[in-house]
C-alpha cells in the first residue's frame, strides 16, 4: 500500500471555507497505487470516526446528510490526488480529516476506515 498524506487543514470561522487534499506518497505505479473508490472521514474529540463524502472512480459522489450541500469531494485522475471542498463551515464541523482510498466491492458511504488499503494520518480542522 502507499501513505496518503492530507493537506489543507486549519483554522478558519464559521461560514468560511477550506479545501482539503490528498496525494499519494511513495510508489504510485499503477500496480502500487490501484482504486476504485475514495473517501473522506472526519473524527471529533470523543466521537467515532466517520464517513463524509464517498466517490467512486466511475460513478457518483455521496454525502453524509450533515455535509450535504457545503462539501464536495473530487478526483484528478491525472495526478491521483482527492480534494474535499468545504463550504459554510461550522464549529460542528471541527474534527481530525482523513482520506482513505482503496479498491473495494462496493463504494458506499457505509464503508469502514479498514474498508481502504490506502489511507492518511489526518488533517486538523477547527471551526470557531
Known amino acids: 500500500h502507499v501513505q496518503l498524506v492530507e493537506s489543507g487543514g486549519g483554522s478558519v470561522q464559521a461560514g468560511g471555507s477550506l479545501r482539503l487534499s490528498c496525494a499519494a506518497s511513495?510508489?504510485?505505479?499503477?500496480?502500487?497505487?490501484?482504486?476504485?473508490?475514495m473517501q473522506w472521514f472526519r473524527q471529533a474529540p470523543g466521537k467515532e470516526r466517520e464517513g463524509v463524502a464517498t466517490?467512486?472512480?466511475?460513478?457518483?459522489?455521496y454525502y453524509a446528510d450533515s455535509v450535504k450541500g457545503r462539501f464536495t469531494i473530487s478526483h484528478d485522475s491525472a495526478k491521483k490526488v482527492i480534494y474535499l471542498q468545504m463550504n459554510n463551515l461550522s464549529p460542528e464541523d471541527t474534527a481530525m480529516y482523513y482520506c482513505?482510498?482503496?479498491?473495494?466491492?462496493?463504494?458506499?458511504?457505509?464503508?469502514?476506515?479498514?474498508?481502504?488499503?490506502?489511507r492518511g494520518q489526518g488533517t486538523q480542522v477547527t471551526v470557531s
Open positions: 482513505a482510498a482503496g479498491w473495494v466491492a462496493r463504494c458506499a458511504l457505509i464503508n469502514g476506515w479498514n474498508a481502504y488499503l490506502h
Open positions: 511513495g510508489n504510485t505505479d499503477r500496480y502500487t497505487y490501484r482504486y476504485n473508490c
Open positions: 466517490l467512486s472512480t466511475d460513478g457518483p459522489a
